[in-house]
């Protein structure tokens, strides 16, 4: 359990970073409902590409945000 919890909470941590950066708060709204909806209607493959395109979006624009952070001037 303390390795599950571990990893949950540093992907909270990501994710609230991924927030904060990038203001991308209505897009995650809008792909979370989709899978939602991907589930109920047991559509699970669907889900499963929707979930994998998001999570690799969720990266590339954090590390996108945090790059044009450092390179930002202080």
Known sequence: MSII???NNNGD???RLHLYLTRG???VRTEHHALLDL???REG???CHLLRRHIQSAGKTLM???QHR???PA
């Open 5 to 7: 919890q571990g990893l």
């Open 13 to 15: 941590r990501y994710t």
């Open 25 to 27: 708060f209505e897009q």
């Open 39 to 41: 589930c109920r209607k």
């Open 45 to 47: 493959d669907a889900a």
């Open 64 to 66: 996108e945000a945090v």
């Open 70 to 72: 450092r390179e930002k």
